[in-house]
């Protein structure tokens, strides 16, 4: 009863910009940890991007300086602004989230992706 929903992938030429956004909706009683993973064909899942509810970040070694994750809670939304793209940041990448909904069950929960290739 908890849904994530990703947006802003799409095509860019290396050296560009994307800011992918995900908001969280549905039987929401808290989140914690909100997340940006990324998958390549070929590759497994990895982590780019975490922040903790208290506002804590952590980054991939391949992605510190260029990469940046803030959050609304407000909103239940979560942002990753990616600047000097390059083609190894191509990926589908997903929103991961932790919480409880309104029954006070935990879960984890993730969007179903967005598409972010970087080519010339």
């Known amino acids: 009863q908890v849904q994530l929903v990703e947006s802003g992938g799409g095509l860019v030429q290396p050296g560009g910009s994307l800011r992918l956004s995900c908001v969280a909706s549905g039987s929401i009683l808290r989140l914690f940890a909100m997340g940006w993973y990324r998958q390549a064909p070929g590759k497994e899942r990895e982590l780019v991007a975490g922040m903790s509810n208290d506002g804590d970040t952590k980054y991939a070694d391949s992605v510190k300086g260029r990469f940046t994750i803030s959050r609304d809670n407000d909103k239940n939304t979560v942002y990753l602004q990616m600047n000097s793209l390059n083609p190894e940041d191509t990926a589908v990448y997903y929103c991961?989230?932790?919480?409880?909904?309104?029954?006070?069950?935990?879960?984890?929960?993730w969007g179903q992706g967005t598409q972010v290739t970087v080519s010339s």
């Open positions: 991961n989230a932790d919480g409880f909904d309104t029954d006070y069950t935990p879960g984890n929960y």
